[in-house]
Nanobody
């Protein structure tokens, strides 16, 4: 059974930090690129950060560059999102997503999300 379980969310003050974790099971984690998305109330889900299957390349949304860092541990089937200098506009439910693309189709899985709230 495939599972992605996020943790580490919570309430933090402006300028604070949080580290999200996403634990994967039920599939070959090292074959999948991993991403963090977020969805604020009343808004569409947006891509925050992405890391390739081997961890060699990362990308970030402009809104979080220089503040957030995505990383992964393929030995432990974990992906992380370190979030620093948090702002109220970072308040959202954060989701992790696993993606593997072949020549014919895309395989993907979503976690259930974890709430991050930044107070001013």
């Amino acid at each position: 059974q495939v599972q992605l379980v996020e943790s580490g969310g919570g309430l933090v003050q402006l300028g604070g930090s949080l580290k999200l974790s996403c634990a994967a099971s039920g599939f070959t984690f090292s074959n999948y690129a991993m991403s963090w998305y977020r969805q604020a109330a009343g808004k569409e889900r947006e891509l925050v950060a992405h890391i390739t299957s081997d961890g060699g390349n990362t990308m970030y949304a402009d809104s979080v560059k220089g503040r957030f860092t995505i990383s992964r541990d393929n030995a432990k089937n974990l992906v992380y999102l370190q979030m620093n200098s948090l702002k109220p506009e970072d308040t959202a439910v954060y989701f992790c997503k696993a993606t593997r693309t072949t020549w014919s189709r895309e395989f993907y899985y979503w976690g259930q999300g974890t709430q991050v709230t930044v107070s001013s």
